[in-house]
């Protein structure tokens, strides 16, 4: 039993007691964990949707994609408020309600008969909850309750996307294979349902209020700061403030072309790609799941590297490997030894970016202003992968086939490379930076 309650300890700044046994900081990673791995789940459900609610409703291509598109584009316009609301109002609140919309989204549309009740439910509402449980709920979970290894922590936690997909996608693709896509929408309905009540039971706010300090933290050192406890505008006012600073700029355009070039184009459209190809959604799927293996290994390693690297030279490796990759794609043989390579490239590479990108916002903005404007770079990540969403299924409604669309995600890629080859020649990020 403990001597100081929880508030009382916190308010008196109470010295935090050691921990025996495992850290509660590994509960919260393991929570935080599963609910962005779910929601991974359900932000990959259209690419698995996309041709059976076109063949059963009749709806083209392109709308389809569109709602796919929109739901990516508000999940990353949420992100900035997300954070702010959980420094204001708690991170296990912000969660639920996050869970909570998306399993009523999902159910909801099982009644959808029009194209606007689909835009509606998969993009806004269930973009909304998933833009809750997003890459600013990483951020700020390591922020609070770990004081080291932070790009180690980072890299686990943006890796569950890839987990999301590697778990999720063959399933789904097996309940849609007879063209049926309801008994999919009831597998992510259910997950959300399931997650509440484990969130509510297991979710905490900071280590303070169990009595203790964040995981590796000298015993004298001070917890974050807040900047958002007193000011409901945070998010706004970092980005004015961010926005005056070309280092934004920067990682906003670079994530804008990494989420183009992964859940926008491959996460969304490879398995209708693949079906071009008369391949069947399935086997699809599991080259996708397949990816997502080595996506697990890249994004965990990445965190490990930019604990310990400059991370614009990790950045310049990435996204020149992401390029070279998309470039090969339309010229690779779907059932050779060119596809299994460009599935470990382009897997160990999908959410490697997110580690560097992350100790570039920690060492240039502070640790304190990091998990908002992070929201907002994040936002550019969503943006360009509604871009690709919808800009694809375009593509291929007009030419016919998706290599227009690869060929450009290439390009872009390539280009970032360059832009922070020539930037980490002027100046470099090292040695470990808090989140």
């Given at each position: ?132 449980v997003a890459g600013v709920l990483a951020a700020t979970v390591v922020n609070r309750w770990f004081a080291r290894r932070q790009g180690l922590m980072m890299g686990l936690l943006t890796a569950s996307t890839a987990t999301?997909?590697?778990i999720f996608l063959p399933a789904m693709a097996g309940l849609a294979e007879g063209g049926d896509w309801r008994p999919v929408v009831r597998l992510v309905t259910w997950v959300m349902l399931i997650l509440l009540p ?238």
């Amino acid at each position: 039993m403990r001597s100081v309650p929880d508030a009382q300890r916190v308010m008196t700044g109470a010295a935090p007691r050691p921990s025996r046994g495992p850290h509660y900081a590994f509960v919260i990673l393991a929570v935080t964990f599963v609910s962005l791995l779910a929601a991974a789940g359900l932000r990959a459900a259209p690419g698995v949707l996309l041709v059976p609610l076109q063949i059963w409703f009749g709806w083209d291509r392109s709308i389809v994609a569109a709602g796919a598109g929109l739901g990516i584009l508000v999940n990353g316009l949420v992100g900035p408020f997300a954070a702010a609301l959980m420094q204001r109002y708690g991170i296990k609140r912000v969660l639920l309600s996050g869970l909570a919309l998306m399993a009523a989204a999902t159910g909801a549309s099982l009644w959808m008969t029009e194209p606007w009740q689909y835009l509606l439910a998969w993009g806004l509402v269930s973009g909304v909850g998933s833009g809750a449980v997003a890459g600013v709920l990483a951020a700020t979970v390591v922020n609070r309750w770990f004081a080291r290894r932070q790009g180690l922590m980072m890299g686990l936690l943006t890796a569950s996307t890839a987990t999301g997909s590697l778990i999720f996608l063959p399933a789904m693709a097996g309940l849609a294979e007879g063209g049926d896509w309801r008994p999919v929408v009831r597998l992510v309905t259910w997950v959300m349902l399931i997650l509440l009540p484990v969130a509510w039971l297991l979710m905490r706010e900071r280590p303070q209020a169990l009595g203790l300090g964040r995981y590796g933290a000298e015993p004298d050192e001070a917890p974050p700061a807040s900047i958002a406890a007193t000011r409901p505008f945070a998010a706004v006012e970092e980005l004015a403030r961010a926005g005056r600073e070309k280092t934004f700029w920067l990682l906003f355009v670079a994530f804008f072309v990494c989420g183009f070039t992964t859940n926008g184009l491959v996460g969304t459209h490879l398995i209708a790609f693949c079906g071009d190809q008369g391949i069947a959604p399935v086997q699809a799927a599991g080259w996708l799941a397949f990816m997502g293996v080595f996506d697990i290994a890249g994004a965990t390693a990445s965190g490990w590297l930019s604990d310990r690297y400059d991370p614009k030279k990790l950045l310049v490796a990435y996204f020149g490997l992401r390029g070279i990759s998309l470039l090969a794609l339309p010229a690779i043989s779907l059932d050779g030894f060119g596809l299994s390579a460009f599935l470990v490239l382009f897997g160990l590479d999908w959410i490697a970016t997110v580690p560097p990108t992350l100790k570039i916002v920690n060492a240039h903005f502070g640790q304190s202003r990091a998990p908002i404007v992070y929201g907002w770079i994040f936002t550019g990540h969503q943006a360009g992968a509604a871009a690709a969403a919808f800009g694809a299924g375009m593509v291929r409604d007009i030419a016919g086939d998706y290599g227009p669309a690869f060929l450009i995600g290439g390009v872009m890629a390539v280009v970032v490379a360059l832009v922070f080859a020539f930037s980490s020649r002027r100046r470099a990020v090292r040695g470990p930076v808090a989140v």
